[in-house]
Structures are given as structure tokens and as C-alpha cells.
């Protein structure tokens, strides 16, 4: 099982980007799904999570409103589409599926970085 996250880079302040995490190995259509980053010097943090069929999502505060995260199950792929972007939103981010609990899953990808520049 494998998910491969992308869509990473280097953007301006006020920009946008968007992420992709597809995953293969097995289906995803019947479980959660979410992204997480890690700042350098920070612990991973909680971006957004999507219900199976898309019908629930939450966010972070710090992305509430700038963020929109959404899925394909037919591609077995979660998107992230980040506008908006600051600084702050320098990570490394890390995609996640089949939720066991409170920001804890079974399965990680392999981060992709997001650089913001001021």
C-alpha cells in the first residue's frame, strides 16, 4: 500500500497550490482520509480530513476558509487546494488514510514540501 503525495513547491505569498495524494496497493473509498504538516523545529500538525464519501470535512483553524480538501474515489486519490498561502504555511506535507482515532491512521504518505516565500 502506498500513498504518493504531490503537487509540492516554491510560491509566492497569496498564492496557490494544489495537492494530490494517490493512493494505490488498495481502495480508500470507505475510510477517511487527511493531510497533516510538519514545520521545521514543529511537531506534525492536523490541516484537514474528508469522510469516505466526501459528505464531512474539518479543518484546522490556521486554514479554515483558505484550504478546501476534497476526493475522487473513483482514482482512489485526496486532493488539497490551498489559496491564500503565507509563510506560515511553509511544511512538509504529509497525506493520511483510514482514520483510528483523533489524528491517528493506519497509513502515511511520504510528505511533499511547500514552500511559501514572502
Known amino acids: 500500500v502506498q500513498l504518493q503525495a504531490s503537487g509540492g513547491g516554491l510560491v509566492q505569498a497569496g498564492g496557490s497550490l494544489r495537492l494530490s495524494c494517490a493512493a494505490s496497493?488498495?481502495?480508500?473509498?470507505?475510510?477517511?482520509m487527511g493531510w497533516f504538516r510538519q514545520a521545521p523545529g514543529k511537531e506534525r500538525e492536523f490541516v484537514a480530513d474528508?469522510?469516505?464519501?466526501?459528505?464531512?470535512?474539518y479543518y484546522a483553524d490556521s486554514v479554515k476558509g483558505r484550504f478546501t480538501i476534497s476526493r475522487d474515489n473513483a482514482k482512489n486519490t485526496v486532493f488539497l487546494q490551498m489559496n491564500s498561502l503565507v509563510p506560515e504555511d511553509t511544511a512538509v506535507y504529509y497525506c493520511?488514510?483510514?482514520?483510528?482515532?483523533?489524528?491517528?491512521?493506519?497509513?502515511w504518505g511520504q510528505g511533499t514540501q511547500v514552500t511559501v516565500s514572502s
Open positions: 493520511a488514510a483510514v482514520k483510528l482515532g483523533l489524528n491517528r491512521y493506519d497509513y
Open positions: 474528508i469522510s469516505w464519501n466526501g459528505g464531512r470535512t
Open positions: 496497493g488498495r481502495s480508500f473509498g470507505r475510510d477517511a
